[in-house]
C-alpha cells in the first residue's frame, strides 16, 4: 500500500447507532456513532461545541457531521459508557483508573462521571490505604463529599504534613499551601480543645498532699479549699505534647502518667494519676474521642483575625526620604 494512501477509520462495535447524527473520531482512527441530543445532554462541552454546527442532521454517511477529538478509542469508549445509559459502565481498579475517568469527566464537563466517581471512591480501599493520593483528586476535582470523609481519617496521621512534602502524588499541584495550613490548623486546634477538656475536668476532693500542703485559696463560700495537684496540671502538659505528635495519643496509657510524675516533685502524685484521679481521666479520654476533626468555621475566624493583624503592619509600614 502507498504511503499516500490515506487511513480509513474502523468503526466502534459498542457505539455504531444506525439513527445516528453525529460521528466522533479518535485520534487511533476509531468512529463513534452517536446521537447529538445525548450527547448535549450530558455534557456542556459537546453542547457548546455542537450549538456551532449550524448544519442540520443528514441521513447519508457521507454528509454525516465528523468531530475528530484527541482521545483514543479506550478513553473515549470510557466516556461514551458513562453517558449512554444503555450501555455497561466500567468499574476503576485503583485510584489511577479513577484519575483517568475524572480528567475525562472535567475536560468534556460530563457530571454524571464526576458523580459515579465520588461514590465509588467514598467505598474503595484505597481511600483509606492511599489518602493523599485521593485527597489530590478531591482537591482537583472537587469531589467535596469525599473530602470531608477522608480528612478526619488523614488528620489522624502524625507524619501528614511531611507525607505532603515527600510522598507527592501526580496532582500534587493540587494541594496548595492553604489546604496545608488548613489541615495544620484542624490538628492544632484539636489538640487545644483535647488540653481544654482536660483542664475543665472536675476533679475529687482529696487532703492537701505534699505540693498543696501549704497553699490555700478561699473560695466565695468562705470555706478553705486546696489548690489543685501540680500532679494534673503535668498530666495535662504531657497529654498536650503527646498530642501534638501522635493525634491517636491513648491519655490512658501508664506512661503518660509516669512521665507526669517524673516532672512533679509531689509524692503523692503517682497515686492521684493512677487512682484518685483514674475516672476523671477516662471521662476525658471518652470526651477526647468524640472530638471533631474539621474546624473549618475556625480556621476561617483565623485566617480573618490574621489578615487583620496583616493590615495593620502593611500601615506602619513607611519611608523617609532625605535629599
Known amino acids: 500500500m502507498s504511503q499516500d494512501t490515506p487511513r480509513l477509520p ?134 467535596d463529599h469525599v473530602e470531608a470523609i477522608l480528612v478526619p481519617q488523614m488528620l489522624r496521621d502524625p507524619n501528614l504534613l511531611s507525607d505532603i512534602l515527600t510522598d507527592r502524588p501526580p496532582e500534587d499541584y493540587a494541594i496548595g499551601i492553604e489546604d496545608m495550613r488548613r489541615l495544620a490548623f484542624y490538628q492544632r486546634h484539636r489538640v487545644k480543645l483535647a488540653v481544654d477538656v482536660l483542664q475543665r475536668q472536675p476533679l475529687p476532693e482529696c487532703p492537701p498532699c505534699e505540693c498543696r500542703r501549704d497553699y490555700f485559696e478561699v473560695p466565695e463560700e468562705g470555706d478553705y479549699a486546696p489548690l489543685m495537684c501540680s500532679s494534673w496540671r503535668s498530666f495535662a502538659e504531657i497529654c498536650r505534647q503527646a498530642l501534638s505528635k501522635d493525634p491517636n495519643a491513648d491519655i490512658t496509657d501508664a506512661g503518660l502518667k509516669k512521665k507526669a510524675c517524673d516532672a512533679v516533685k509531689c509524692v503523692d502524685a503517682q497515686d492521684h494519676l493512677s487512682n484518685l484521679y483514674e475516672h476523671e481521666i477516662l471521662l476525658a479520654q471518652q470526651e477526647i474521642y468524640g472530638l471533631p476533626w474539621i474546624f473549618a468555621d475556625e480556621f476561617e475566624s483565623h485566617n480573618k483575625l490574621g489578615s487583620m493583624f496583616e493590615g495593620m503592619r502593611r500601615q506602619r509600614v513607611g519611608f523617609d526620604y532625605f535629599e
Open 10 to 143: 474502523s468503526t466502534s462495535p459498542h457505539f455504531a447507532f444506525p439513527d445516528s447524527d453525529i460521528t466522533i473520531r479518535t485520534c487511533n482512527f476509531v468512529d463513534f456513532r452517536v446521537h447529538k441530543c445525548i450527547l448535549s445532554l450530558a455534557s456542556t462541552v459537546f453542547r457548546d461545541m455542537l450549538s456551532l454546527d449550524q448544519i442540520s442532521p443528514q441521513s447519508s454517511e457521507a454528509e454525516r457531521k465528523i468531530v475528530e477529538v484527541t482521545e483514543n478509542e479506550t478513553r473515549m469508549e470510557l466516556l461514551l459508557r458513562y453517558i449512554y445509559p444503555s450501555h455497561a459502565r466500567p468499574v476503576p481498579r485503583n485510584l489511577e483508573s479513577m484519575a483517568v475517568l475524572l480528567r475525562l469527566g472535567d475536560k468534556y464537563n460530563t457530571p454524571t462521571i464526576t458523580s459515579a466517581m465520588q461514590e465509588q471512591l467514598l467505598h474503595h480501599p484505597d481511600l483509606k490505604s492511599r489518602p493523599l493520593r485521593a485527597f489530590a483528586l478531591c482537591r482537583k476535582y472537587n469531589l
